[in-house]
Antibody, heavy 121, light 113 residues
């Protein structure tokens, strides 16, 4: 079964750090680009970051650039999001999603169940 | 404010047809980038509904269809069913001054009357 499972969410104080993980199974992880997408409570989807299959291409949303770092370990079938200098507005459910190459025709066809990040003092 | 503009809500009776618009600009949809659509049922993760403007993944009923023209795209749902009540999001790509971005519409809540 093709599956993505996120972990690492939790409660953190403003200014703190958190590292999210996404474990992939059931497909050849190293062949796919990946994304992090978040959803604040009661709000719509917001793209956070993109990483190509080989990690050669990385993009960030303006709202997280300079604070978040996306990475992957193809040997471990895992995707990561290092989040530093967290702000209240980073509170959201964070999803990892398998996607086609940036700009391509395939969309994000597999999503995890999400992990909740709450930034609050 | 989202780069892609969707109506906040649409509604229709069972069996009817509804459409959801997604309006972009020359830096995203109008630049030739593909549009994808997602369905998010309450309390669940999004699900890919339409990819590459008009293609349905395996398992998605043919009641769902997508189209793209110029700087806009549309999702049509025919033969509305109660289980179609959900939030729908369009997604594309944008090459603005701040660099390449994946962009989502603000989402449209579909209510089946």
């Amino acid at each position: 079964e093709v599956q993505l499972v996120e972990s690492g969410g939790g409660l953190v104080q403003p200014g703190g750090s958190l590292r999210l993980s996404c474990a992939a199974s059931g497909f050849t992880f190293s062949s796919y680009s990946m994304n992090w997408v978040r959803q604040a409570p009661g709000k719509g989807l917001e793209w956070v970051s993109y990483i190509s299959s080989s990690s050669s291409t990385i993009y960030y949303a303006d709202s997280v650039k300079g604070r978040f770092t996306i990475s992957r370990d193809n040997a471990k079938n895992s995707l990561y999001l290092q989040m530093n200098s967290l702000r209240d507005e980073d509170t959201a459910v964070y999803y990892c999603a398998r996607g086609g190459d940036y700009g391509g025709p395939l969309g994000m066809d597999v999503w995890g169940q999400g992990t909740t990040v709450t930034v609050s003092s | 404010q989202s780069v892609l503009t969707q109506p906040p809500s649409v509604s229709g009776a069972p069996g009817q047809r509804v459409t959801i618009s997604c309006t972009g600009s020359s830096s995203n949809i109008g630049a030739g980038y593909d549009v994808h659509w997602y369905q998010q049922l309450p309390g669940t993760a999004p699900k890919l509904l339409i990819y590459g403007n008009s293609n349905r993944p395996s398992g998605v009923p043919d009641r769902f269809s997508g189209s793209k023209s110029g700087t806009s795209a549309s999702l049509a749902i025919t033969g509305l069913q109660a289980e179609d009540e959900a939030d729908y999001y369009c997604q594309s790509y944008d090459s603005s001054l701040s660099g390449p971005h994946v962009v989502f519409g603000g989402g449209t809540k579909l209510t089946v009357l």
